[in-house]
């Protein structure tokens, strides 16, 4: 919805109804013009896919701006086959998880590579946990 997408055609898009939508993700919207849009930024968990000491690993972060940033790391290592200086701006970031536990991104590339080559289809994943 941050993309200017009704609540109808959002939720429509993930075979949910709206008021599925309302009930779980509600904090983070608000009205505009009798419309809701979703906020900027919230605290919503997710669950995510990261990497650690050679290891594919979930954790559950809290808000949007975490979520971003392993969104974004995510893609610098899409990036990796063509551009080995990716992963440079994550050599130091750290993820803090619900239960405060720091985690750093992995940026061996070594590791990464035999990481995906573990995986079945490492070119179309979803950072998310099901």
């Not at 939508?21 to 983070?28: E, H, I, L, P, W």
């Not at 968990?45 to 990497?51: D, G, I, T």
């Not at 290891?55 to 899409?78: C, D, F, K, P």
């Amino acid at each position: 919805m941050r993309d200017g997408k009704s609540i109808k055609t959002a939720s429509k898009q993930y075979g949910i109804s709206p008021s599925t939508v309302k009930k779980y993700v509600g904090s983070a919207l608000y009205k505009k013009n009798r419309r809701l849009v979703a906020k900027k930024s919230d605290n919503l968990l997710r669950r995510v896919r990261s990497y650690k000491d050679g290891i594919e690993i979930y954790i559950t972060v809290r808000g949007n701006r975490r979520a971003t940033t392993i969104g974004q790391y995510h893609s610098a290592i899409g990036r990796l086959p063509h551009d080995r200086s990716a992963l440079l701006p994550f050599k130091k970031t750290r993820i803090t998880d619900i239960y405060g536990k720091i985690h750093t991104l992995e940026t061996n590339t070594v590791k990464i590579f035999a990481i995906l080559e573990r995986r079945e289809d490492a070119e179309f994943f979803s950072i998310y946990s099901r």
